[in-house]
């Protein structure tokens, strides 16, 4: 089992930054795929960004093309913790924020039905 605990969400203006936390607990084999998603009322949950934790590909990452150069995921050397570093924020990144654990697979993916371990969320309001 995993639990997920995210925190760091607010409101910040246009241009801003925020750095969002995922405290993971639970067995690492489970946890060698995490994920940050975002959702709004009425859309599908968006993956923004995945990072992997353990093994030969540690710390090898992939974004979401609406987030490229702006967000930065990464893990502390305890591995019990993943951030979001989310800078130059615009109005559309306003969501609420969910991290993600799954055990890797063949690699790690930014689907939400590839993920069984969901934090409760975290929202993210930008405004103009």
């Known amino acids: 089992q995993v639990q997920l605990v995210e925190s760091g969400g607010g409101s910040v203006q246009t241009g801003g930054s925020l750095r969002l936390s995922c405290a993971a607990s639970?067995?690492?084999?489970?946890?060698?795929?995490m994920a940050w998603f975002r959702q709004v009322p009425g859309k599908e949950r968006e993956g923004v960004a995945y990072i992997i934790t353990t093994g030969p590909w540690t710390d090898v990452a992939d974004y979401a093309d609406s987030v490229k150069g702006r967000f930065s995921i990464s893990q502390d050397n305890a591995k019990t913790t993943v951030y979001l570093q989310m800078n130059s924020l615009k109005p559309e990144d306003t969501a609420m924020y969910y991290c993600?654990?799954?055990?890797?697979?063949?690699?790690?993916?930014?689907?939400?039905?590839?993920?069984?371990?969901w934090g409760q969320g975290t929202q993210v309001t930008v405004s103009s």
């Open positions: 639970g067995d690492t084999y489970n946890k060698k795929c």
């Open positions: 993600a654990a799954e055990r890797i697979a063949v690699t790690c993916s930014l689907r939400s039905g590839d993920y069984r371990y």
